[in-house]
Structures are given as C-alpha cells and as structure tokens.
C-alpha cells in the first residue's frame, strides 16, 4: 500500500483552483482577444508558456483569439535580402517589397511557429491572416508609408466559425485592401482592436514588455475609464511607446470591448492571473457604464 504525502505546494495549488472557480465561471463562452509579442516570441521555453495558457483558456471554455506581431523577425530578414529600411516620422515605409518580406514571415514563419506551439501543448489551432475571407480589409494609413494599413472593413463570422469547432485562431495582421491584389502590413495592436471590436470581445489583453500604464509617481496604474486615460495623456504622463497602445484600447471601447487590459507579458502566466484570479495583472481600462461580465 502507497503513502502519498500532501506538501504544502499540492495544497496551495489546491487552495489556487478552487479560488479560481468564481472567475471560471464568469468567463464561460467569452470571448477574448490576446495580442501576443516582445520578447517571449523569440523564446521556446516563454512560448510554449503562453501557448500553454491559451489552451487552458480554450479546455475552460473561454474563446481565446490569438493576434501576433513579429517585427523582430521582420527586421532580420529584410536585413538578410539586403532590403533597406526607410522611416518617416518613426514609422516604417512599407513599399512593394518590404509588404512582400512582411507577409511571408508573419504568415508563414511566425504564424505557424505559434500554431505548432499551441497544437504541441494539446489545442486545435488554425492559422489565418486578415486576408481569409476578408476578416481585415484595410486602406492605407498614411500615403507616405505605403502599405501601411488600417482596418475600415472587418469581417469576423470565420472567427466565430472556428469557435464553434472548438478551434483557437491564430491571426496575422496582414490585410487585403479594397482593389485586387493589394496586401497592407497592419500594426498588431491595431489590428487585435479592431477584431476584438468587432467582435464587440469580454476582453482584450495588450500583452507589453512593460508592467502597465504608469501614473506621475512611476506606480502601475491597474484601474482607468477612458477620461482618466485622456487626462494623463494630455498631461504628459502617458507617452511614448504607450499611447499607441492606450489609442488603441479607447478605440476598442468605444467600438463596445467590455474592458481592455495592458499586460506585462514576461510575468508567467500573465493572462490567467489578469482573468483568473483576484489579484489581477496590469492595467484594465473600461468605462464606468459598461456593465459587469455577468450581466
């Protein structure tokens, strides 16, 4: 006859499941939208971490959609084919055969490197880009930047379909624009907005190299409504590499994303403290009137 000795780590883990269980609860059959990037894509052990943490999202009946940039990689091979890179007031131009480079690394070598990481830790997962089936129909951003696009036109029912088979998407932000044959590079931030609102989403979860939106004291802010946003970015306090990111979350609310949270993504299991747990993680911006998950 076996003895099994119970140490404290199987009981706080335990202790951490059956706390969980409100939280299980209210995310049952929602949908949320997580853009994936920085430093963990370039890592094996941190993305198989995240890949993991999707497919228990998935096993616990959240809809999870995964939105991935990818340009680190993007850089190196525009390096290796000896493409020059060209910047306007920060921002990349995008000329015929750079859109070319982008397309084939986040379609193709980033795409399925997630995919392959998601199926290896027991999921279904299926790659697309904004051009199947229309999802991202783009138009250009800014005519100086060439294919740089921003989504006017989503069409979100293959996503939904894909729910319905039990299948997680993986999205690559390339999309198709309004003439034939046009491919448009679409900010990956831009483009997780805008299929979390379309999906008018529970939740996306902007996943940084930063711990959050910071206040004038340098402390992580983990509450703001859209006004608080406005105010610290007119004042200066939100800045930088932020307010793309904040830009992006006003505009998901608006377009009725229950709430939308900046996340460090280098905290393991970034995701599951921020839906599962009581102590949360980042910064969750949502305004005052929306009503809670479980109405």
């Known amino acids: 006859m076996r003895q099994q000795n119970m140490n404290r780590d199987w009981i706080a883990t335990a202790r951490t499941l059956s706390e969980a269980l ?6 049952t059959g929602a949908i949320v939208v997580v853009k994936f990037g920085g430093n963990a894509m370039g890592d094996d052990e941190a993305m198989a971490a995240f890949a993991r943490d999707i497919v ?13 940039g990818g340009g680190p990689m993007i850089n190196d091979l525009l390096k290796r084919l000896g493409i020059e890179s060209r910047f306007v007031r920060g921002k990349r131009v995008t000329d015929k055969a750079t859109v070319e480079v982008v397309e084939m690394v986040l379609t193709g070598l980033v795409n399925k490197r997630i995919v392959q990481a998601i199926m290896d830790e027991g999921g279904r ?10 999802l991202m129909v783009c138009e250009p ?8 696009g921003r989504p006017i036109e989503m069409n979100v029912q293959v996503l939904r379909d894909l729910f319905k088979a039990g299948i ?9 624009g309004t003439e034939v044959t046009e491919t448009y590079n679409v900010n990956g931030d ?15 979860l902007l996943l940084t190299d930063v711990q959050g939106v910071k206040g004038p004291d340098g402390t992580v802010l983990t509450a703001l409504t859209p006004e608080d946003v406005r105010r610290l970015t007119d004042e200066g306090v939100i800045a930088g590499g932020m307010i793309p990111k ?14 939308v949270v900046i ?22 911006i949502r305004s005052d009137n929306r009503p809670p998950l479980t109405e």
């Not at 409100?22 to 995310?27: F, G, H, S, T, V």
């Open 141 to 148: 951003d800014d005519p100086e930047l060439g294919f740089v």
């Open 190 to 204: 831009t483009a997780a907005g805008a299929i979390a609102g379309a999906l008018k989403a529970d939740r996306l």
């Open 246 to 259: 904040t830009e992006t979350a006003l505009k998901a609310i608006d377009e009725g994303v229950r709430a």
């Open 168 to 176: 997680i998407p993986v999205v690559a932000p390339v999309g198709t």
């Open 56 to 68: 228990l999202m998935r096993q616990v009946g959240v809809n999870p959609i995964v939105v991935h």
């Open 22 to 27: 409100p939280y299980l609860q209210r995310y």
């Open 263 to 284: 996340i460090d993504g280098r905290v393991q299991n970034a995701c599951l403290l921020e839906l599962f747990t009581e102590h949360g993680s980042g910064s969750m």
């Open 125 to 134: 997962a299926v790659g697309l880009s904004g051009k199947d089936d229309d």
